[in-house]
C-alpha cells in the first residue's frame, strides 16, 4: 500500500514549457486534490475533484488545468509555465469516512521554471 | 473566505519543555481541523484530526483541543524532544464550494518549532 505518489519529485522546465504532474492513490479514495506551498505563503489549493470526472477550481487555479479520467490518477498541468509557477507541489486525498474528510498527502514536487 | 492563523510562527525551548501551538480561524462552520508536521524538504505527515463534533484527540505525547465556537485550537506537545523540531501547521476544511467536506483544506503559515538538546 503505496498510499499517495507523485512523480516526478523534481523538475527544471524553461519558460513557455509544458509539463504534466501526476498523482496517484491507491486506497480508493474519492476525493484528490493539488496544492502548491510557497514561502511566506503557506499551502494553496489549485484544483480538486469530488470523483472520476469531475474537478473543480480552488484559491489560485489560473495558469493550471486538471483532470481525472481515472479515480486513481489526478493529473495537473502547466500549459506555458511561468517563473511564478516555481514551487513545491502536493497532492493528497480523502475518502468521507462519516465526517472525517482526513487528508492525505504525497512527497511533493519541486518544481523550478527558470 | 476562511483564513487560519498560527501563533507564535517561530519558537526555540529546551529539551523536556511542555509547550502549546495555537491556531485560530475566522470561520466557525468546518468539518474538522487537522495538525500536520513537515521536516525541512518533505511532504506533510498528519498528526492529529478533530472532527467538528469533538473536543480534543490525543496521540502519545500529543494533544489537540478544538472550541468551534470560538475559532481556535491547540496543539499541547507534552515533554518536548529534539526530534520534534519540525513545522507544523493548521488546517480547517469548510463548509465552502461543494458544500460538503470535500473541499480543500485552509492552512495556516505553520509555526517553525526548535526543541534545543
Known amino acids: 500500500n503505496a498510499g499517495v505518489t507523485q512523480t516526478p519529485k523534481f523538475r527544471v522546465l524553461k519558460t513557455g514549457q509544458s509539463m504534466t504532474l501526476l498523482c496517484a492513490q491507491d486506497?480508493?479514495?474519492?476525493?484528490m486534490y493539488w496544492y502548491r506551498q510557497d514561502p511566506g505563503m503557506g499551502l494553496r489549493l489549485i484544483h480538486y475533484?469530488?470523483?472520476?470526472?469531475?474537478?473543480a477550481k480552488g484559491e489560485v487555479p489560473d495558469g493550471y488545468n486538471v483532470s481525472r479520467l481515472k479515480k486513481q490518477n489526478f493529473l495537473l498541468g502547466l500549459e506555458s509555465a511561468a517563473p511564478s509557477q516555481t514551487s513545491v507541489y502536493f497532492c493528497?486525498?480523502?475518502?468521507?469516512?462519516?465526517?472525517?474528510?482526513?487528508?492525505?498527502f504525497g512527497p511533493g514536487t519541486r518544481l523550478t521554471v527558470t | 473566505k476562511q483564513e487560519v492563523t498560527q501563533i507564535p510562527a517561530a519558537l526555540s525551548v529546551p529539551e523536556g519543555e511542555n509547550l502549546v501551538l495555537n491556531c485560530s480561524f475566522t470561520?466557525?462552520?468546518?468539518?474538522?481541523l487537522q495538525w500536520f508536521r513537515q521536516d525541512p524538504g518533505k511532504g506533510l505527515t498528519s498528526l492529529l484530526l478533530?472532527?467538528?463534533?469533538?473536543r480534543e484527540q490525543t496521540s502519545g505525547r500529543l494533544n489537540a483541543s478544538l472550541d468551534k465556537s470560538s475559532g481556535r485550537s491547540t496543539l499541547y506537545i507534552a515533554a518536548s524532544q529534539p526530534g520534534d523540531s519540525a513545522t507544523y501547521l493548521c488546517?480547517?476544511?469548510?463548509?465552502?464550494?461543494?458544500?460538503?467536506?470535500?473541499?480543500?483544506?485552509?492552512f495556516g503559515k505553520g509555526t517553525h518549532l526548535i526543541i534545543q538538546p
Open positions: 470561520d466557525s462552520a468546518i468539518y474538522n
Open positions: 486506497m480508493n479514495h474519492e476525493y
Open positions: 493528497a486525498s480523502s475518502f468521507p469516512s462519516g465526517i472525517s474528510y482526513e487528508q492525505y
Open positions: 488546517a480547517v476544511v469548510g463548509h465552502g464550494y461543494s458544500g460538503g467536506g470535500a473541499d480543500g483544506l485552509t
Open positions: 478533530i472532527q467538528s463534533s469533538q
Open positions: 475533484s469530488v470523483g472520476e470526472g469531475t474537478t
